[in-house]
């Protein structure tokens, strides 16, 4: 089992930048990868960005050369840094995990960006 809790979400200006970051519960050095994934209203959910353990990262197309995404073990943490945000981010952010083959997920944090 992985709790995940979410932190850093909130309201901003077009233009502007977010940090989010969450935290695990187990020791992240098992997860084998961690990452963010959002959900719009009326839509699915989809990948923002993922980090495997060894520091492969994934990111989805909405989110390149803006957001980056960062781990830290030792902390247990993963982190979302979101630059030039636009109000098509506007989404709850999901934290994931995986973890011997289970998909763990967060509560969900809102962002909301304000053209």
């Known amino acids: 089992q992985v709790q995940l809790v979410e932190s850093g979400g909130g309201l901003v200006q077009a233009g502007g930048s977010l940090r989010l970051s969450c935290a695990a519960s187990?020791?992240?050095?098992?997860?084998?990868?961690m990452g963010w994934y959002r959900q719009a209203p009326g839509k699915q959910r989809d990948m923002v960005a993922r980090?495997?353990?060894?520091?492969?990262?994934n990111y989805g197309d909405s989110a390149k050369g803006r957001f980056t995404i960062s781990r830290d073990n030792a902390k247990k943490t993963v982190s979302l840094q979101m630059n030039s945000l636009n109000a098509e981010d506007t989404a709850v952010y999901y934290c994931?995990?995986?973890?011997?083959?289970?998909?763990?997920w967060g509560q969900g944090t809102q962002v909301t960006v304000s053209s």
């Open positions: 980090m495997s353990n060894s520091g492969r990262t």
């Open positions: 187990t020791s992240a050095n098992s997860i084998a990868s």
């Open positions: 994931y995990a995986n973890l011997m083959s289970t998909d763990y």
